[in-house]
């Protein structure tokens, strides 16, 4: 929907894109997507990088899957193999060959002023200077601030406030929604390969979803999904100056104060309250009912009901206990 996709491509020549790849493939077999072990259907090529992800990697569907050597045991038997030495850059690569202009935001032609289309908005209020792309959807009673830019096919739900100096792209945003000034929605995630000589930018073919009833303070950015989606739960709020990185999921009914920073592909439960500053890092478990304290650094994985602080972050009693010895 937001980003034009090539192919379908024969699985030898994803193969060949493929970094350092030593499987042999035949031309006769298509690959129709590329997508996460999760969603993947029998058309699909996906990607097992990490032992973190074994149990979804038993149960992928996908007809092909990028892996490594030492990986490769825990697919199906009828998943296909292509073994590689760095999955990340090979599945960059073959991500740019479904989705060639993915690894960047590309200027979106199709902007107009919202004076020029508001006819088809009649139940939508708009400020000055707004510009809106094509197959835009907005429902009745929305409020769209001066200066704001929609751009293609992103869909904003009925009585939702959107503020001044807000871009909004690659998103769905439900009813009820709020988005304060200077938000950005739907930007392409920091994701890339290292390299001695030059990076390597990996494609964010996802999307950001913010469910019913969320908010969203000032001067805070999502970040869409690289291969799968952005997920701010139903009546989530998050303060300011919070950034939020591709394939984040956060649950419904949570608190996030100001300044808050959430790494990449960590999943965050429902009714969970952050405090300022606080950082999360990437691909991590946070259970429903948490509670971590202001300026944390979360490092590994939390279960429910739990509250924590400090760094690395402990369990708060342990925390106080620490503290209190150190006066």
């Not at 139940?123 to 929305?142: A, R």
Request: a positive charge; hydrophobic letters at 35%.
């Amino acid at each position: 929907m937001f980003f034009e996709k090539k192919g379908p491509h024969t699985l030898k020549k994803v193969s060949n894109i493929c970094e350092n790849s030593d499987s042999k493939h035949s031309e006769s077999i298509k690959i129709d997507d590329i997508r996460d072990l999760s969603s993947a259907s029998i058309k699909d090529i996906t990607f097992f990088h990490s032992l973190k992800y074994k149990s979804e990697a038993k149960k992928t569907k996908a007809l092909a899957c990028i892996t490594k050597k030492e990986l490769e045991k825990y697919l199906p038997e009828k998943c296909l193999k292509i073994l590689v030495k760095n999955v990340l850059l090979s599945v960059a690569k073959v991500g740019i060959l479904f989705y060639p202009n993915s690894d960047i935001d590309p200027l979106d032609n199709s902007l107009l002023p919202s004076d020029e289309v508001k006819n088809k908005y009649k139940n939508v209020v708009f400020g000055k200077n707004v510009l809106v792309g094509k197959n835009v959807q907005i429902g009745k009673n929305t409020v769209i601030g001066n200066n704001t830019i929609v751009e293609h096919d992103v869909q904003i739900g009925e009585n939702c406030h959107i503020g001044s100096f807000v871009s909004i792209k690659n998103s769905i945003l439900e009813n009820d929604v709020l988005l304060q000034d200077n938000v950005k929605i739907g930007v392409k995630g920091f994701g890339f390969i290292p390299d001695p000589n030059k990076n390597f930018r990996a494609p964010h073919i996802g999307k950001v979803v913010v469910k019913r009833g969320s908010e969203v303070g000032s001067g805070s950015t999502i970040d869409r999904g690289s291969m799968t989606d952005t997920i701010i739960g139903e009546n989530t709020f998050i303060d300011n100056q919070v950034h939020i990185a591709h394939n984040v999921k956060i649950g419904k009914n949570c608190m996030i104060a100001g300044q808050v920073g959430f790494a990449g592909s960590s999943n965050i439960g429902n009714n969970v309250v952050i405090g300022g500053q606080a950082g999360i890092s990437g691909h991590l478990n946070i259970g429903n009912n948490v509670s971590i304290g202001g300026g944390s650094g979360v490092i590994k994985d939390i279960p429910d009901n739990t509250k924590v602080m400090g760094y690395p972050s402990i369990e708060f009693k342990e925390f106080i206990k620490k503290w209190k010895s150190n006066e």
